[in-house]
């Protein structure tokens, strides 16, 4: 459960939060560690006072088989806390991982501005933070006030001497995080940037190649790609610099320690075994520190992963599972339908409205660009920037849980939008398959003779993004994807743009099935040849119903419009919204 007011929690901090057991277990395991860290010390004090001086053999076996007990018990702790560690990562991995997958999913319909290609980086990064030596200093730390504690026991000089040193690398360390943050953080945004680019750029190496665009586009991706050199370069010169003073000042304490340890044995205040030993504690009190410097960087990037990830799981928050409903029956109305789109001062679709009965088929017909496409998202409910209401079953379509309501709907967009893999995980749309329901998919779009063809049938191997198959047979594929699974509402944008005669009449037969069974069917098309299977016509034109009602009724006000049109010497009229002559 969220915490509310003052501790409120994010989602992302509660599933951090729901390790702490795991870390004060690494808490417990890092105490023994460190307090047993001291063994060696003392060992050598033992060593150099004592048995030295006293030359006993009984001592030295003793000494030597207490301490060899405490290095095993400090191996044990020092592994276990890491195995924790490491189990914790994989369990936050387990428990985020499909959060992170579903809202990076949203995020790139919404567009809202989170970094989507970045979550799962964010995520690992997170992970191994989490997980790795940043974390494990951080338990160390604390320790370090012992070992300088020992320090001022041993001689008071050398804890200052201690102290000093802590605030110089600590100094460092915050100079670091002062100065590097920034230029980091561009460095790496300007090299996803320019990567991102290419791969946009990749995608359509065909077109690329067959017109010699290479040679133009080069440029604008060496522009990205030099800033993000710059921007490292920069970054990196920064980093080294403070990294090369890290290192001066630990070699600096660690032959100074000795030194002043020498001193003051010269002195007389300190004994040999006690310069060994203060040298050895020295280190081990700034270690942590130092190891702090060292992770400051991956503590700045998971610290900057961790409000990457928060935002986009805050923008994209779970969806309730107790909003689960009735299977829907399909009738759909839509209510003043406004979409938007950045960038765009006017909206593309501007108020629609109308209402199709469960079980009727609606062709939607309009010029290009007079919004069609977008009507289809929009009724799929997968438009960002919308306002008015799209309802199926009288309930708002965005706010049904997509996982519950997906197998009820089928949408085959108008670029198809095929996955590697075989055609029968494409038309099981990639969950479990069930050969019946695909078989019976494949049959409903009329290619199940076809898939026999292929010489692996429905296991035949499709390519990216099908790449592998016809343009007609994608098309097939993705109709056969669409009505998978019996859904109740299906939308299909222009799914005879690829198809021959023989193809058609496939569809055509899809959607009387389809119909038979009582889906409601939208069917978006240039093509007036399939307007026999429509029981409603639904004309958009510049983003605005231009007709709508039973497919006689509207045909007939065309017919009347055009024939009032071609009377007098006038242009054709726009009322058939870019459409062919209607057919008598
Ligand atoms: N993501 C988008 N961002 C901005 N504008 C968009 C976006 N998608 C579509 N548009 C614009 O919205 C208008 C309608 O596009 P849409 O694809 O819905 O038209 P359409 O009627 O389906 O056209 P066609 O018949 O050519 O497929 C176009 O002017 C297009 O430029």
Redesign the pocket.
């Given at each position: 459960m969220k915490k509310t007011g003052f501790f409120h929690r994010s989602e992302l901090t509660e599933a951090l939060w729901a390790f702490r057991r795991e870390f004060i277990v690494v808490g417990i395991f890092s105490m023994v560690a460190n307090v047993l860290m001291l063994a060696p010390t003392m060992y050598m004090l033992q060593i150099f006072d004592r048995v030295m001086m006293s030359r006993s053999d009984l001592t030295l076996i003793a000494m030597s088989l207490i301490t060899l007990f405490f290095f095993v018990v400090m191996a044990f702790s020092e592994w276990m806390r890491s195995r924790v560690l490491v189990q914790a990562g994989l369990r936050l991995d387990g428990v985020l991982g499909a959060r992170v997958f579903n809202a990076s999913f949203e995020a790139r319909l919404t567009?809202s501005g989170a970094s989507v290609a970045r979550a799962f980086g964010d995520l690992i990064q997170i992970r191994q933070f989490v997980t790795g030596n940043g974390t494990l200093a951080f338990f160390d730390l604390p320790w370090a006030p012992i070992y300088l504690a020992v320090l001022f026991f041993l001689h008071p000089v050398l804890g200052y001497a201690a102290l000093v040193f802590a605030v110089l690398q600590g100094a460092l360390a915050w100079f670091g995080h002062r100065h590097t943050v920034a230029p980091a953080e561009e460095a790496s945004k300007a090299a996803s940037e320019s990567g991102a680019y290419l791969q946009s750029k990749l995608r359509n190496a065909e077109v690329l190649e067959s017109m010699g665009m290479v040679h133009n586009l080069r440029p604008h991706w060496q522009a990205r790609h030099d800033k993000a050199l710059e921007m490292n370069g920069r970054a990196q010169a920064l980093i080294h610099r403070i990294t090369a003073w890290s290192k001066f000042i630990r070699y600096s304490q660690q032959s100074l320690a000795l030194g002043l340890g020498a001193l003051l044995v010269i002195d007389g205040q300190l004994s040999p075994g006690g310069m060994i030993a203060a040298n050895v504690l020295m280190g081990k009190a700034l270690a942590p520190i130092d190891t702090l410097v060292g992770t400051w960087r991956s503590f700045i990037g998971a610290r900057s992963a961790f409000e990457r990830l928060e935002t986009l799981l805050q923008l994209h928050p779970e969806r309730d599972p107790s909003l689960s409903r009735v299977a829907p029956q399909g009738a759909v109305t839509v209510r003043d339908l406004v979409a938007s789109?950045?960038?765009?001062a006017q909206p593309?679709?501007k108020g629609v409205s109308t209402a199709v009965p469960a079980g009727t088929v609606t062709v939607v017909l309009?010029?290009?660009?007079?919004?069609?496409?977008?009507?289809?998202?929009c009724l799929m409910g997968i438009w960002p920037g919308v306002s008015g209401e799209v309802l199926l079953d009288g309930l708002p379509i965005d706010g049904w849980d997509r996982m519950e309501l997906g197998p009820h709907l089928g949408y085959l967009p108008?670029d198809i939008e095929l996955f590697e893999g075989s055609i029968a995980e494409n038309i099981a749309r990639f969950g479990e398959v069930d050969a019946e329901k695909v078989i019976a998919a494949a049959r409903s779009a009329g290619l199940h003779e076809m898939i026999l063809r292929f010489p692996k049938g429905y296991d035949t191997p499709i390519g990216e993004a099908g790449n592998l198959l016809s343009g007609g047979q994608r098309q097939r594929v993705g109709l056969a994807r669409a009505v998978y699974g019996d859904p109740v509402l299906v939308v299909l944008?222009?799914p005879n743009a690829n198809l021959d005669d023989v193809g058609e009449a496939a569809l055509v037969s899809t959607v009387q099935q389809l119909k038979a069974r009582g889906c409601t069917v939208f069917l978006?098309t240039?093509r007036p040849g399939i307007l026999g299977v429509a029981d409603r016509l639904l004309i958009?034109q510049d983003?605005m119903v231009q007709a709508d009602g039973p497919r006689d009724a509207v045909l007939n006000a065309l017919r009347a419009a055009q024939s009032a049109a071609q009377s007098p010497p006038s242009p054709p009229p726009a009322a058939a919204g870019g459409l062919q002559p209607i057919p008598a």
């Open positions: 567009q789109a950045p960038g765009r593309i679709l309009g010029p290009s660009g007079s919004g069609k496409s977008t009507l289809a998202r108008q944008d222009e978006i240039h958009l983003g």
